[in-house]
């Protein structure tokens, strides 16, 4: 596998804070290569000597509009074992139902457009159920929860123009950290 040639957007980019369109099947050649693209690049910036290779910073979801396409689109790559992996493809993804329960990531969320240490919290669900669609265009559900909960809420805030730092209380970072749940 080797390295894609994709660009990744910087916070201070205004095409970060549009609003992604809906994505209409079949897909296009160019959509399917952006996933497949988005995909390897997720998988080989997990793999450290690759990371070091390309000097990658680790991800494991990226949404479209953060290579500069505004499709609401979004992959997550999870590591199930050393250098195993997941692939999660979601297209026009809704949120159907969540928990009362909230979670945040212990040593913060981050951003692969986000080139900067962040302090705060940011307030997630610890559960989520997403209605989605496949690369065929195959409507379907899914139930995560925790880390890869977070990470469904972190890329459909990409597609709405929201980023993590959006949630978190620049006057208070760690506002309401007992009501909550550290993962």
Request: proline share 3%.
């Given at each position: 596998m080797?390295?894609?040639n994709?660009?990744?957007l910087?916070e201070?980019d205004k095409r ?6 809906e ?12 996933i ?8 080989l910036?997990?793999?450290d000597?690759?990371r ?5 910073r680790?991800g494991?979801?990226?949404?479209a ?5 505004l499709?609401r689109?979004f992959?997550?790559v999870e590591e199930?074992?050393?250098?195993k992996?997941?692939n999660?493809?979601v297209?026009?993804?809704k949120?159907?139902?969540?928990s ?13 457009s986000i080139?900067?240490?962040?302090d705060?919290i940011?307030p997630r669900?610890?559960?989520i159920?997403v ?17 890869i ?9 990409h ?5 993590f730092i959006d949630h978190i209380?620049?006057?208070d970072p ?5 009501k909550m749940?550290?993962?």
């Open positions: 080797k390295l894609p994709i660009t990744i910087d201070v970060l804070r549009e609003k992604s369109k994505v209409s099947f079949p897909l296009k050649e160019t959509d399917k290569k952006m497949q693209d988005m995909i390897d690049y997720l998988t910036s997990q793999i000597e690759e070091e290779k390309y000097d990658l680790a494991m979801g990226l949404s509009v953060q290579i500069g396409v499709k689109i992959v997550i199930v074992e050393k250098e992996f997941k999660y493809i297209i026009n993804p949120i159907v139902s969540y009362e329960e909230q979670i945040y990531v212990g040593e913060g969320e981050g951003c692969l080139n900067r240490e962040v705060g940011v669900h610890a559960r159920t209605e989605a669609y496949d690369m065929d265009g195959k409507k379907y559900t899914i139930r995560v929860r925790e880390d909960a977070i990470a469904f809420q972190h890329e459909i805030d597609l709405n123009g929201i980023l209380d620049p006057k760690y506002k309401d950290q007992e749940r550290e993962i």
